[in-house]
């Protein structure tokens, strides 16, 4: 039937629409995604620095537009269900009071990999390779904290130690800590030594004085094991920064009495909270005191300081003293040192084993052989020759991999190899294919295999000459023998029943029940994909994209549309019988745009009309994804359906859902329920897409539960996201979803893709995370795989490696581009092997283990309570510390804490994860949020990770006004925070802007142009534009933040001391939190403890 007879309006489509400014299909996200690599394999023949090309100019990264129009804070009260709004966001003490004393051994049964047991060897120092060698040794001083008697005339410097009484901290979120009152507020304490991250040159990697970080404050004072020597090059002990090339910031040391020591009284802790109450002990040499304390636990209400520290130290006890904060571990100041020293140069990656900068350092990648750090991060670059090794270190093995990830304008796309009808070279044995790292032999004719060792023919019309080196003469012309990335083009071999693809299609499936059309969205949604169409993903330039499109609108029965170009006007088909889903037509349903523009111009503006009197409340779900899938089927192709839903699916069809939610079982065993779906429908329906390389991305719009951890497994399985909108309103959320909108339609996806990833003889992938299905132990299958999304691959020892082949990685691709075009993309990466466990811990990237644990844990909650998965987590991470103590460590400084360089930032990321809200939800976290946030995490990569654990907080009015660079960020603790000061806090999902009640009026004018404090709008959502300085900068720095974020964040603003202000502090992830998330001293002491009762 026509839905409509009147004659449609003809909207002004053909060019890019103004409302749209920084809409240019090239500029999204700040580089062109339509990156169908300049040549083929045929035009490629440059020397290497040809590789390095900068692809044209005129790329620029399109601003969102802020001009959405003011909102009220309706939507911040909207409730707790807003994770998008509020993520983090709980105000009550946890639950975990009941949490006992017991430990988990690590082979507690959650996730698929077992941790070893806890470590308890004997106190065998290296017991791998011979005995330490001299760098070995060097390395040992380096990591060692002096925790005997210390040598009064040493002029101790460092810690400035105040008079033994107890000082209050300046911050209550503080209560055992603080007394270091004479040490300057923002002075990081010269802790750590060595070289976390080094320059580009890998020899130096292998400096002793790796590590040995962390102390106490009063370390300031380099000393040889002797205590008498000179400070040995790169040994500094916290003091004075003369061999920390890496860390130009350490302070200035301070005078200190000689001989200080800091213990604690003895006998039992005193009352938890009590500013007086002993916090943790330091002693000799501020070491951290021995703890022998009952062992508390960790995850009860945090007591605080209460059972830490409690011990009386060694000879003289003094008076208690409390750690400071500014003397542990700042992941501000390590972010900061690593953007200095790394920032500048190129991190080139031809050497192996190589760790690249932090993520949060803006660097330039040359691929020189070896993947670049945006498409693969590791755990380590350097891994155990054995799995003894590795086992008793704990370091999970594992790769952060980003397929297709998105590249900055100034580096190159992988280029494409076309091998015609023979197709990419393979090993005939493993299959791996042709690499930088195959060995070319017998004068060319054969190569045998980097994975597997297998000899293999050359095929005649790839053979070419062999150098002096024995290196193929034309290796630089060739990208699969010189660079870590490039693609194949693929075969018909690689294709689905051997037949080459089609272009994919999205399918646009809008729910039309009562809510969504009250709430605007329908309306929003519909004018907006008017325009939004002209911008569907494309490549190499082409002037069109080839993806198809169709429309679906649904309730509790669905609605098809025939909008071929011949029609005067759309057609409408209605399925009723949802139980089984079927097509009811085929020619004119996937369209392309510009053929059929009219006739869904006409079905655009007519959709809400038609149903703006519904009264249809209910939905059905499953047949939705049913319908969207059977279409894809139907026109053979691979494609992508988004799905705009408000409800929970009560209405009678397969996959109808109940209201299940029940906070009461929020720390009992029952709690994993609640991550779980509540039918296997959903996966049964996930494998059937799986398998037509039909991928779902969800939109929800709920203004109560509607079971997201259901909800959300298609989208999981099939490699799609989810986004979700609480308690939409148009007028408050319409820019939050538009440019989440924009984003996802334009943005590159692979379809129909399968990635494998291989490794050479000795260690082999075994378990994987991210948003795929996998139906064997190998093949990760992605029905569609966007450049935002990781895979995260652990690697296990099936063998002994060895230190001179080192370990090569191979991650293949196979995929449809988004013009139907099969590819393979190669990522090669190699790594180095250790026989000594300091080499392990010398070359750790501890954003990436955080990525891996997090998702290891976050998986964990489905199978196991979730307190036996954060006491694994505490647990593997004890261990590792505990490890590095026992084994590159110096035997002597068994009272003290000793954090390996690289993995000093460890327990205090590792405290944000447990305290998030999966882990440790608050009374306002919803069970949906906590199922959205867990399910965003699987597939987040290691940068995503590091902010959104620990989130960055900026102060505005600090640096000149006139500076155009990010301010520099300051801890995320309440104690950083200043009334006359104003901050922005971003964690990737969540933005917020904290206005003190001290500031100046003439900055409350610039910014809010009100005239008082008090009469800041708290909840604001967006800021007026003014012509000032100021609000020019702030306004410049959000959507420069929002431009580094795959999703909009959207803004609110915070008064201090309003009511809003709860949901801030629970981003200030240094503080003791409400939910009763250990402050980071308090974990730190904790963690201390851990390790002392792991090596005792
Ligand atoms: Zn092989």
């Given at each position: 039937m026509n839905v409509n007879q009147s004659a449609p309006p003809v909207p002004p489509f053909g060019q890019p629409q103004p409302v749209y400014p920084g809409y240019h299909q090239s500029s999204y996200g700040g580089q062109p995604e339509s990156t169908a690599p300049p040549t083929s394999y045929g035009a490629y023949n440059g020397p290497v620095p040809s590789y390095?090309?900068?692809?044209?100019?005129?790329?620029?990264?399109?601003?969102?537009?802020?001009?959405?129009?003011?909102?009220?804070?309706?939507?911040?009260?909207?409730?707790?269900?807003?994770?998008?709004?509020?993520?983090?966001?709980?105000?009550?003490?946890?639950?975990?009071?009941?949490?006992?004393?017991?430990?988990?051994?690590?082979?507690?049964?959650?996730?698929?990999?077992?941790?070893?047991?806890?470590?308890?060897?004997?106190?065998?120092?290296?017991?791998?390779?011979?005995?330490?060698?001299?760098?070995?040794?060097?390395?040992?001083?380096?990591?060692?904290?002096?925790?005997?008697?210390?040598?009064?005339?040493?002029?101790?410097?460092?810690?400035?130690?105040?008079?033994?009484?107890?000082?209050?901290?300046?911050?209550?979120?503080?209560?055992?800590?603080?007394l270091y009152g004479s040490y300057p507020q923002g002075q990081a304490p010269p802790l750590s030594q060595g070289q976390g991250h080094l320059g580009a040159q890998p020899s130096q990697r292998s400096a002793p004085p790796q590590a040995s970080s962390f102390t106490s404050p009063a370390s300031g004072v380099p000393r040889m094991p002797s205590m008498t020597g000179p400070l040995l090059p790169g040994q500094s002990f916290g003091g004075p920064s003369v061999s920390q090339p890496n860390h130009v910031s350490s302070p200035p040391p301070q005078a200190l009495p000689p001989g200080t020591q800091m213990t604690g009284p003895p006998g039992p802790p005193p009352p938890m909270h009590s500013s007086q109450q002993p916090g943790y002990q330091l002693q000799q040499n501020g070491s951290f005191g021995p703890v022998r304390g009952p062992q508390p636990n960790y995850g009860s209400p945090y007591p605080g300081a209460s059972t830490f520290g409690s011990q009386p130290g060694p000879p003289q006890p003094l008076p208690p003293k409390r750690l400071d904060p500014d003397a542990i571990p700042s992941p501000i100041q390590v972010i900061e040192d690593d953007r200095n020293n790394r920032g500048s140069e190129p991190f080139v990656t031809g050497v192996r084993g190589q760790v690249p900068p932090l993520v949060t350092t803006n660097f330039l990648v040359k691929d020189q052989g070896n993947a670049s750090p945006r498409y693969i991060r590791c755990t380590s670059y350097n891994i155990p020759c054995t799995s003894d090794m590795a086992k008793q270190a704990q370091v999970p093995l594992a790769a952060v991999i980003k397929p297709l990830a998105r590249l900055p304008p100034e580096e190159a796309s992988p280029y494409v190899v076309d091998h015609g009808e023979s197709g990419p070279l393979r090993c005939n044995r493993c299959k791996a294919y042709m690499c930088p790292f195959m060995q070319f032999i017998e004068g060319g004719r054969r190569f045998q295999c980097c994975f597997c060792s297998c000899i293999n023919d050359v095929p005649p019309q790839y053979f070419q000459h062999l150098d002096h080196t024995g290196k193929r003469v034309d290796a630089y012309d060739r990208p699969e023998l010189s660079l870590g990335s490039y693609e194949f083009l693929a075969t018909v071999d690689y294709c689905k029943n051997n037949k080459f693809p089609s272009p994919p299609a999205f399918?646009?499936?809008?729910?039309?029940?009562?809510?969504?059309?009250?709430?605007?969205?329908?309306?929003?949604?519909?004018?907006?994909?008017?325009?939004?169409?002209?911008?569907?993903?494309?490549?190499?330039?082409?002037?069109?994209?080839?993806?198809?499109?169709?429309?679906?609108?649904?309730?509790?029965?669905?609605?098809?549309?025939?909008?071929?170009?011949?029609?005067?006007?759309?057609?409408?088909?209605?399925?009723?019988?949802?139980?089984?889903?079927?097509?009811?037509?085929?020619d004119g349903f996937l369209v392309n745009v510009s053929e059929s523009r009219a006739v869904i111009t006409s079905l655009l503006d007519q959709i809400p009309e038609m149903f703006?009197?519904?009264?249809?409340?209910?939905?059905?779900?499953?047949?939705?994804?049913?319908?969207?899938?059977?279409?894809?089927?139907?026109?053979?192709?691979?494609?992508?359906?988004?799905?705009?839903?408000?409800?929970?699916?009560?209405?009678?069809?397969?996959g109808k859902l109940k209201n299940r939610d029940d906070r009461k079982l929020i720390n009992t065993d029952k709690e994993k329920t609640l991550f779980q779906p509540q039918t296997g429908a959903y996966q049964t329906l996930a494998k059937e897409c799986v398998a037509q390389g039909c991928c779902v991305d969800l939109f929800l719009f709920p203004n109560q539960y509607v079971d997201v951890a259901t909800l959300s497994v298609v989208p999981q399985l099939t490699g799609g996201s989810v986004y979700k909108y609480a308690c939409f309103q148009v007028e408050n959320d319409q820019e939050r979803f538009l440019s989440d909108l924009r984003r996802d339609v334009q943005?590159?996806?692979?379809?129909?893709?399968?990635?494998?990833?291989?490794?050479?003889?000795?260690?082999?992938?075994?378990?994987?995370?991210?948003?795929?299905?996998?139906?064997?132990?190998?093949?990760?299958?992605?029905?569609?795989?966007?450049?935002?999304?990781?895979?995260?691959?652990?690697?296990?020892?099936?063998?002994?490696?060895?230190?001179?082949?080192g370990a090569l990685l191979q991650c293949a691709l196979l995929y449809t581009s988004c013009a139907g075009q099969r590819r393979l993309r190669i990522h090669n990466l190699a790594l180095n092997c250790c026989t000594q466990l300091a080499d392990l811990y010398r070359n750790c990237e501890t954003d990436t283990l955080i990525n891996y644990m997090a998702k290891f844990a976050y998986r964990g909650v489905l199978n196991s309570p979730v307190k036996t998965v954060r006491d694994t987590l505490i647990t593997q991470c004890a261990q590792i510390l505990a490890c590095y103590r026992k084994n590159c460590a110096s035997p002597s400084s068994a009272g003290q804490l000793i954090l390996p360089e690289c993995m000093k930032l460890l327990p205090v990321y590792l405290n944000c994860v447990l305290k998030s809200d999966v882990l440790q939800p608050g009374a306002e976290v919803s069970t949906d949020d906590r199922a959205y946030v867990r399910q965003l995490v699987t597939s987040m990569d290691v940068a995503e990770t590091n902010v959104f654990f620990y989130p960055r907080l900026l102060p505005l009015t600090k640096s000149p006004i006139e500076s155009t660079t990010e301010p520099p960020a300051v801890?995320?603790?309440?104690?950083?925070?200043?009334?006359?000061?104003?901050?922005?806090?971003?964690?990737?999902?969540?933005?917020?802007?904290?206005?003190?009640?001290?500031?100046?009026?003439?900055?409350?004018?610039?910014?809010?142009?009100?005239?008082?404090?008090?009469?800041?709008?708290?909840?604001?959502?967006?800021l007026p534009i003014l012509d000032n300085p100021l609000s020019k900068k702030v306004r410049a720095l959000i959507d420069s933040l929002r431009a580094q974020r795959s999703r909009y964040m959207k803004l609110i603003v915070v008064k201090q001391e309003d009511k809003l202000e709860m949901l801030f502090k629970h981003f200030l992830v240094e503080d003791k939190s409400l939910s009763g998330g250990a402050s980071y001293v308090d974990f730190l002491c904790h963690m201390h403890k851990e390790i002392r009762q792991l090596l005792s």
């Open positions: 390095q090309q900068t692809p044209p100019p005129g790329v620029s990264r399109a601003p969102p537009s802020s001009e959405a129009p003011p909102a009220s804070t309706a939507q911040a009260l909207c409730g707790q269900a807003a994770y998008g709004q509020f993520g983090q966001g709980d105000v009550q003490n946890g639950p975990s009071s009941t949490v006992q004393t017991q430990r988990f051994p690590g082979s507690q049964p959650f996730g698929s990999v077992p941790l070893a047991p806890v470590v308890s060897q004997p106190a065998v120092l290296q017991p791998y390779g011979p005995p330490p060698t001299s760098a070995q040794v060097t390395a040992q001083l380096a990591g060692m904290q002096i925790s005997g008697a210390v040598a009064p005339a040493l002029p101790p410097v460092g810690l400035g130690y105040g008079p033994p009484t107890s000082l209050a901290s300046a911050s209550g979120s503080f209560p055992n800590s603080g399918i646009f499936m809008i729910d039309v029940s009562y809510n969504a059309i009250r709430s605007g969205l329908v309306r929003l949604l519909c004018e907006e994909l008017k325009s939004l169409l002209d911008f569907l993903p494309r490549e190499g330039g082409t002037e069109e994209s080839a993806v198809r499109v169709g429309f679906v609108t649904y309730n509790k029965v669905l609605h098809f549309y025939n909008v071929k170009s011949s029609l005067a006007q759309p057609q409408m088909m209605v399925v009723s019988d949802v139980a089984d889903m079927f097509v009811p037509l085929l703006a009197d519904t009264r249809e409340t209910e939905t059905v779900f499953a047949p939705v994804i049913q319908a969207g899938m059977e279409a894809l089927k139907a026109a053979e192709c691979a494609g992508k359906l988004f799905l705009f839903h408000t409800s929970l699916p009560i209405a009678e069809a397969p943005k590159v996806v692979g379809f129909d893709a399968v990635m494998r990833v291989r490794t050479s003889t000795g260690i082999r992938a075994v378990d994987f995370f991210g948003a795929f299905y996998m139906s064997n132990t190998t093949d990760v299958e992605l029905a569609g795989l966007d450049g935002d999304k990781t895979v995260t691959v652990e690697f296990k020892h099936d063998d002994r490696l060895n230190e001179e082949s801890r995320a603790s309440e104690e950083r925070l200043s009334n006359g000061d104003i901050y922005l806090l971003e964690n990737g999902l969540n933005l917020f802007l904290w206005v003190g009640a001290s500031v100046q009026q003439g900055v409350v004018q610039s910014l809010f142009s009100v005239s008082s404090f008090s009469q800041i709008t708290s909840g604001l959502s967006v």
